[in-house]
């Protein structure tokens, strides 16, 4: 089946500073997403890719939908303390036209913190 | 109440115990799913429902058995469950399916004893 790698796993930065994170498969995704996910809380969605090098902003964030398909990442610039969480890419194929056999493979992770 | 919601947050259970966690969504939309969430591992798809069908079984042990009676509620029966199932079980909702843009509740957080 496919899988997501992503990295880093962990990440520990000062306030004012840009993140970037990655998510790679060997698997070719129609659509990427990414996740944050707040101690005690389900994930909220992030950004949503549907085209091959589309990049996406919503704020400070950015995110891209490798040109391969095989990869994405998120950017985030000027990080503030409310940036802490986890974040999660998430890769989804569709596989027949019939609408119900697809799959939405979630990576491991990137717990960010933010020291003020 | 808007968006998704689960209850309970929190369930202590034995191994012997029967419950259910429950799951409401107030977006209108027509799929709903259950996630297991353990640390360290990616999210585990569980279930999926589309308009109260379920399309998707993940290969999910009998001691857990969902139920949606209609587009808006989705249930999960546990009976018998192990410790290794200890997990927050997050339920989302999409649109349609297939649909990458799901919405989460907030989880339950489940400790089985």
């Known amino acids: 089946g496919q899988q997501l790698n992503q990295s880093p796993q962990s990440m520990f930065i000062q306030e004012g500073e840009d993140v970037s994170m990655n998510c790679t498969s060997s698997?070719?995704?129609?659509?990427w997403l990414w996740y944050k996910q707040d101690p005690g809380e389900g994930p909220v969605l992030l950004i949503a890719?549907?085209?091959?090098?589309e990049l996406t902003s919503n704020g400070r964030l950015t995110a891209q939908f490798g040109i391969t398909r095989k990869d994405s990442f998120l950017n985030i610039s000027a990080s503030i303390p409310s940036d802490v969480g986890i974040y999660f890419c998430?890769?989804?194929?569709?596989?027949?036209?019939?609408?119900?056999?697809?799959?939405?493979?979630f990576g491991k992770g990137t717990l960010l913190t933010v020291n003020p | 109440e808007t968006g998704v919601t689960q209850t309970p947050r929190h369930l202590v259970m034995g191994m012997t115990n029967k419950k259910s966690l429950k799951c409401e969504q107030h977006?209108?939309?027509?799929?709903m799913y259950w996630y297991k969430q353990s640390a360290k591992k990616p999210l585990e798809l569980m279930f999926v429902?589309?308009?109260?069908?379920?399309?998707e079984n993940n290969s999910v042990p009998s001691r857990f058995s969902p139920e949606c009676p209609n587009s808006s509620h989705l249930f999960l029966h546990l009976h018998t469950l192990q410790p290794e199932d200890s997990a927050l079980y997050l339920c989302?909702?999409?649109?349609?399916?297939?649909?990458?843009?799901?919405?989460f509740g907030p989880g339950t957080r489940l400790t089985v004893l």
């Open positions: 989302a909702s999409s649109q349609d399916t297939p649909s990458g843009e799901q919405f």
């Open positions: 698997s070719i995704f129609n659509t």
């Open positions: 890719l549907y085209k091959a090098g």
């Open positions: 998430a890769g989804q194929i569709l596989m027949n036209s019939g609408g119900s056999n697809y799959k939405l493979t």
């Open positions: 977006l209108g939309h027509n799929a």
């Open positions: 429902y589309n308009f109260k069908e379920q399309t």
